[in-house]
């Protein structure tokens, strides 16, 4: 078990521009879910994946987010035209069933200058 | 919509004082638990979950949590804090058809020597 991978750890960008995160999960973890957490705040959910399948988004997200899994393993989440709003920390997370809490990686912190 | 409140957002303790932390709910349907723990500098991580079966569970280092399903409750209690507990502790909880967790705000413990 070598944990949920994000990569890049940080990212700074200027507003306009597009940015993507990478997310591997734990090895055969077929969920995989997508979260967004700001300063005092608790992580707030984006969009979660069953294999590739994305089964749920958040109505609060914009269109200008999109994530994908094609081949059901890691998953990428894109922001295009970002926002001094959109810096936060995305957070990943994968579980084998529902039964088992979701295991959280260290997350990708974006700062929008 | 399921929603998860902490009304304590910041706790501060001496060593071996106990701890309660309040977390409520609003969800009427069957519903699963968690407690995770994040320390400075550091992911995520699960301290206890509750499921279903004996509503008193315990979690790791010497935590635990009740669940009260009359009161829409899982606070969690620790009877001796030390200062390696020193974190931001979130409640969360997912029920019906969907495998999202629904975070609270977060309560930030402080425990001094």
């Known amino acids: 078990d070598t944990g949920v991978s994000q990569d890049p750890r940080h990212k700074i960008t200027k507003r306009g521009q597009n940015v993507t995160f990478r997310c591997d999960p734990i090895?055969?973890?077929?969920?995989l879910y997508w979260y967004r957490q700001t300063l005092g705040q608790g992580p707030e959910f984006l969009t979660y994946f069953q294999n590739e399948a994305q089964l749920e988004k958040s109505r609060l997200l914009s269109d200008r987010f999109s994530a994908e899994r094609p081949k059901g393993s890691f998953s990428t989440l894109e922001i295009q035209r970002t926002e001094q709003g959109d810096s936060a920390m995305y957070l990943c997370?994968?579980?084998?069933?529902?039964?088992?809490?979701?295991?959280f990686g260290a997350g990708t912190r974006l700062s929008v200058l | 919509a399921q929603s998860v409140s902490q009304h304590n957002h910041h706790v501060i303790l001496s060593e071996a004082a106990s701890l309660e932390l309040g977390c409520n709910y609003s969800?009427?349907?069957?519903?699963?638990l968690f407690w995770y723990v994040q320390y400075p500098g550091q992911h995520l991580q699960l301290l206890l979950k509750y499921f279903s079966g004996d509503p008193l569970v315990k979690g790791i280092k010497g935590f635990e949590a009740e669940f009260i399903k009359s009161k829409f409750s899982f606070n969690l209690r620790k009877p001796s804090v030390q200062w390696s507990d020193t974190a931001e502790y979130f409640c969360?909880?997912?029920?019906?058809?969907?495998?999202?967790?629904?975070f609270g705000t977060g309560t930030r413990l402080q425990v001094f020597p």
């Open positions: 997370a994968s579980s084998l069933s529902r039964q088992l809490a979701p295991s």
């Open positions: 969800y009427g349907g069957t519903v699963n």
């Open positions: 090895s055969e973890h077929n969920r």
């Open positions: 969360a909880v997912n029920g019906g058809n969907t495998d999202k967790l629904i």
